[in-house]
């Protein structure tokens, strides 16, 4: 993996232009410590940190095709490099390494920007065209690799992260208001925001084209969308058959690399999936897990034990306490470059730390809750399904039923909230479910100068119209369309930028683009039903894995910051949200934000909540406030 950063102009580029690209690169080192490189043309310059993986010696960037005209930086794995430098070589290119990067460029060269409907991979590249005067950035489909960007009309700068675009920025930038709403409303950022105001992100499956000689800004374009309307007709252990045969295939070419690979293993079904199929290709394979210092029910060490012994790896662990959290916090946040609502990028940070000591690839289950339906959600709207029709239909025993189960599950105020949203449109509904504050809620918790500020602004429209790019009417397809268009966003943002903290590859294999088709041709049915989620999956996974782990409820990796809080941390927090500095910039309602701590202390509710407002207020005093992160900034 690695780092890219650039600038291109209308104009010729100044030394102090060239010297701020240099000083991106500097920021990104953490994403590429083994060698680094810079171009410089007459208007733009291109710089690249890089983290060597495939072909140690010969994939130095900034690289160039043969006439030394078109010249790319990037970063990514491209995992059927071997089979287009094959095809490039018979269409008469000539190749002076045996990495993936000159393959994009030579399929540059033949299709375009149409070169990367061929890439299978993860990957964002710029690439510039000096005869053309044309700058070209790229993304993968599923967003895996991240790359952002900002355009005053006459230069366009970019990077792998927004940090390297802020930092070296005139000015100190802000929050963006809009995604400061978006943050708390649904835990993510909605279309191509970010938390920076200014600063976009090319979004996944797109590619951006700037003629520079040209008036006209850049043009994003869409290259790739993914489809739910067409079913596959395979039942049963045909339908088993077809993903572990692809699943399969996909763990195998993830495997490419000239370093030592390992796995995560959490105890989860998804990693001890993915680690299974991978000790079948390696001699020795080494897994990792992070446990707690807490509560036990939340440490899931003893499953990921359980599956290591039965693959027969070498198993890694490391316990993660609360000890100096705000420092370490401060760290987190600066390498995620963003406010985050989950506590799994806590541990996550130090298990990544742990996979570092011993290998340099890593792979992991990220993916598969948004394709094979594994979050309790899609269960919880199955329910709400069956309330509806049988109010529908008069049936009120059967609904009674379902109201006492659903108040078992998700409490008294859960049962509120959906009898509220019962005949709501499914979009809604939605929009509710996986909201972070809920939306009566969320409008207290501003101030009445920031709601002024964002008048007008509404969320649920921005999510809606991103949903209307679904082309099903099924509320799982839906659901699953959303988590994978926006929520597994945030996901993947925690995966690059903790392995890239500590210099290490991390690569998805649920998420090969082929993988992801077949999921999306699946019935909602073959994946969940009543209260069984991942049911395809589960039915590869037999044999596989303990019998244990494919039965056990998804617990998902986070950190028990309950009674981290309730505990010596609590102090810390209080003075953190309540201080005069974070009261003074205006965003939140004072008394709401006391009445958040209460509750989260005193009756051990809205915990999730008061840690949101802990790594916003983190986020706005490092970047925001211009403080850093002393010794990384």
């Known amino acids: 993996m ?46 690249h940190r890089r983290l060597s993986i495939i072909d140690l010696e010969g994939g130095h960037q900034p690289m160039c095709n043969e006439t030394g005209t078109v010249w790319i930086v990037f970063n990514g794995e491209i995992y059927n490099f071997p089979e287009l430098h094959d095809e490039l070589v018979a269409r008469g290119h000539s190749f002076r390494t045996r990495c993936d990067t000159e393959v994009i460029i030579h399929l540059y060269e033949e299709y375009g920007s149409a070169c990367v409907s ?49 930092m070296t920025a005139e000015r100190l930038i802000g929050p963006d208001p809009r995604s400061v709403v978006d943050f708390f409303a649904l835990s993510l950022v909605q279309e191509d925001r970010t938390a920076f105001e200014d600063v976009r992100e090319l979004r996944p499956a797109h590619t951006l084209t700037w003629d520079v000689g040209r008036k006209s800004p850049p043009r994003p374009e869409r290259y790739w969308q993914l489809s739910y309307s067409h079913k596959l007709a395979l039942e049963g252990p045909e339908l088993a058959a077809a993903v572990s045969d692809l699943l399969e295939d996909a763990v195998r070419i993830h495997l490419i690399s000239d370093v030592p690979v390992g796995t995560y293993l959490s105890g989860g079904l998804d990693s001890s999936l993915i680690s299974a199929i991978a000790d079948n290709y390696l001699p020795e394979l080494n897994t990792f897990s992070a446990g707690f210092v807490g509560k036990e029910m939340l ?13 027969g790896s070498k198993h890694h662990e490391v316990e993660v306490g609360p000890d100096g959290f705000l420092g370490n916090l401060r ?13 799994g990028v806590y541990p996550y940070y130090f298990l990544c730390g742990l996979v570092a000591d011993s290998v340099k690839v890593v792979l992991g289950g990220q993916g598969s809750d948004e394709l094979f339906g ?90 809606h119209r991103s949903l209307e790019e679904c082309d099903s009417d099924n509320l799982i397809d839906r659901m699953l369309y959303n988590d994978f268009r926006n929520m597994l966003a945030s996901i993947l943002r925690t995966e690059d930028r903790m392995s890239m903290a500590h210099s290490i590859e991390s ?50 990796f986070t950190a028990p910051i309950e009674s981290w809080f309730m505990g010596s941390l609590g102090g810390e927090i209080r003075d953190l949200l309540l201080s005069d500095r974070a009261l003074a910039r205006g965003i939140f309602d004072r008394t709401e934000v006391g009445r958040l701590i209460g509750r989260a202390f005193g009756k051990k509710k809205d915990i999730w909540r008061v840690w949101s407002l802990v790594t916003f207020e983190t986020w706005c005093r490092i970047f925001a406030d211009g403080e850093g992160v002393s010794g990384q900034d």
């Open 331 to 343: 760290r987190i946040i600066w390498h995620m470059d963003e406010p985050t609502l989950s506590p």
């Open 299 to 311: 440490d899931e060490r003893p499953f990921a034990r359980e599956a290591a012994q039965m693959i």
């Open 507 to 556: 690569r998805v294999p649920f998420l090969d683009y082929r993988l992801i088709e077949l999921a999306a041709s699946i019935p909602p049915k073959a994946k969940v039903r009543g209260d069984e989620p991942k049911l395809i999956l589960k039915e590869v996974a037999r044999g596989r894995v303990p019998d244990s782990i494919v039965a056990r409820r998804k617990q998902g």
């Open 374 to 463: 594994g979050y309790p959600r899609y269960r919880m709207a199955l329910l709400e399904n069956d309330m509806r029709l049988s109010l529908k239909r008069l049936r009120l025993p059967r609904l009674a039923a379902g109201a006492m189960e659903y108040r078992r599950r998700y409490g008294l105020g859960g049962l509120k909230n959906e009898v509220l949203r019962l005949n709501a449109p499914n979009d809604r509904r939605i929009y509710e479910i996986v909201s972070g504050f809920h939306p009566r809620r969320l409008p207290a918790l501003f101030s009445a100068g920031f709601r002024k500020k964002v008048a007008g602004y509404d969320p649920l429209m921005t999510f």
């Open 2 to 47: 690695c780092g890219i950063t650039g600038t291109v102009s209308t104009r010729a580029l100044s030394d102090a232009a060239v010297k701020r690209v240099e000083r991106m690169a500097d920021i990104l080192r953490h994403r590429g410590p083994d060698d680094h490189g810079l171009r410089r043309g007459g208007n733009y310059a291109l710089a």
């Open 118 to 166: 061929r890439l299978n991979g993860m990957f964002a590249f710029a690439i510039y065209d000096e005869e053309q005067k044309q700058l070209f950035l790229a993304r993968d489909r599923a967003g895996i690799k991240p790359l952002y960007y900002i355009c005053n009309g006459s230069s366009l700068s970019f990077a792998s992260e927004a940090k390297a675009l802020v």
